[in-house]
């Protein structure tokens, strides 16, 4: 709504500093994502040109504000009166948002080592887990990815990687739509993340 846009924009302005872009030392300000474990990942999806234009690639060093809009999107939430088409089209949308930060190296799959990257630092603010375990977990994930996506692979295969479609099988059935979204209802608190 123009009302929503309007409350973006001042939070664009408070951001930049009353600039005409950000720039990814801008979100140093955000509190709430100072101790998100994967704060990194977060604010580089801000800058992936893959989630500001299709057919772009590489990191943009700047977004302007149409670009923040864009970004944004991503995390509204479902309105009500959207129907099948619409939210199959939403739920695609966040879905390929959540696999550009998995998909680090913008080669179209989530190998192995992105996945234990990802999964390493989601962990890394418990003390009580091991590298090694973080990396047991990712192995794990991946094995149950392969066998969703693929099925039974012979000895000699190789998962190379989760493909977006892979990630759409495997995110079937969780609600996506209403967990991935930011709330920015007042100016003291840049951003909620549920």
């Known amino acids: 709504t123009s009302e929503q846009i309007e409350h973006l924009h001042r939070r664009f302005k408070q951001l930049s500093r009353d600039q005409l872009t950000i720039r990814k030392e801008n979100f140093d300000s955000i509190p709430d994502l100072e101790f998100n474990p994967i704060r990194a990942k977060i604010v580089h999806a801000?800058?992936?040109?893959?989630?500001?234009?299709?057919?772009?690639?590489?990191?943009?060093?700047e977004i302007n504000f149409e670009d923040f809009l864009t970004i944004m999107s991503y995390f509204r939430p479902i309105e009500m009166n959207m129907d099948e088409e619409q939210l199959d089209r939403f739920r695609k949308e966040k879905l390929k948002f959540l696999?550009?930060?998995?998909?680090?190296?913008?080669?179209?799959?989530?190998?192995?080592?992105?996945?234990?990257?990802?999964?390493?630092e989601l962990l890394s603010g418990n003390p009580h887990l091991e590298k090694e375990s973080a990396r047991s977990i990712a192995d794990g994930a991946m094995m149950e990815a392969a066998s969703v996506c693929v099925g039974q692979m012979g000895p000699d295969q190789v998962y190379e990687g989760i493909t977006f479609e892979d990630f759409l099988k495997m995110w079937q059935g969780i609600d996506i739509e209403t967990k991935m979204h930011v709330r920015f209802l007042n100016m003291e608190t840049i951003a909620h993340c549920y």
């Open 99 to 120: 696999f550009h930060m998995y998909d680090s190296d913008h080669d179209g799959k989530i190998t192995l080592q992105e996945y234990r990257n990802v999964v390493e």
């Open 46 to 61: 801000f800058f992936d040109k893959r989630n500001l234009r299709p057919e772009s690639d590489g990191l943009a060093d």
